[in-house]
């Protein structure tokens, strides 16, 4: 099955700066991949998400690489504030009629301000 | 539009016992997916119900079950829980079978087994 790994496991950032979350798949048939955020205590929200058939997608301060031949991504936060301090998850599924994902372990990133 | 709702939102247990979780799923959404979180982990797939047939199923043994209502809403149910069975339980709600788009979680339950 598919494995994911995401590191690294906590990221400290001064707010303006720029964070970077990476992630690496094990299964080829992946083709989906979304960031999860998840504040304490909440559920885990939607951020950012690509399919294999792209490279890089930005929203506003949030961008996501993909490189399918090395099986990894990466999620990118530029100019980060307080508020973007959360628990971020990676995840991969192979889409079709069984759509599950398979998450990482999450990354713990506090902004400092 | 209603999002994802999840009863109980927290629970104690102890062990041996069984458990039934529920959600209820996004207006609009016919797919129901059930996650555990243990804590300081990402959400590890259960399985997945579609118009009330199960889609898909990750690495849980027997003892965790599910079903899916007409209207949509579905149930987790938990017989013989074990220690580890603490967790919190997400419940997330999708468009259609097959359909790579965004899920939608709810609050969780926070099941606590003693």
């Known amino acids: 099955g598919e494995n994911v790994e995401q590191h690294p496991s906590t990221l400290s950032v001064q707010e303006g700066d720029s964070a970077v979350i990476k992630c690496t798949y094990s299964?080829?048939?992946?083709?989906?991949f979304p960031w999860y955020k998840q504040e304490l205590g909440k559920r885990p929200q939607l951020i950012i998400d690509i399919r294999s058939n792209v490279g890089e997608k930005k929203d506003q301060r949030i961008a996501v690489t993909l490189n399918k031949t090395a099986k990894h991504f990466s999620l990118h936060i530029t100019e980060t504030q307080p508020e973007d301090s959360a628990v971020y998850f990676c995840?991969?599924?192979?889409?079709?009629?069984?759509?599950?994902?398979?998450f990482g372990k999450g990354t713990l990133l506090t902004v400092n301000p | 539009e209603t999002g994802v709702t999840q009863s109980p939102t927290h629970l104690i247990k102890t062990r041996g016992q069984q458990v039934t979780l529920r959600c209820s799923s996004q207006?609009?959404?016919?797919?129901v997916s059930w996650y555990q979180q243990a804590l300081g982990q990402g959400p590890q797939f259960i399985f997945q119900y579609y118009r009330e047939e199960e889609n898909g199923r990750g690495n849980f043994p027997p003892r965790f079950s599910g079903l899916q209502f007409p209207n949509y809403s579905s149930e987790l149910n938990v017989n013989a829980l074990e220690l580890d069975d603490s967790a919190l339980y997400l419940c997330?709600?999708?468009?259609?079978?097959?359909?790579?788009?965004?899920?939608?979680f709810g609050e969780g339950s926070r099941l606590t087994v003693l």
């Open positions: 995840a991969a599924s192979p889409g079709g009629s069984n759509y599950k994902l398979t």
């Open positions: 997330a709600s999708s468009k259609g079978q097959g359909y790579t788009g965004e899920l939608f």
């Open positions: 299964d080829s048939a992946s083709n989906y």
């Open positions: 207006s609009g959404h016919n797919t």
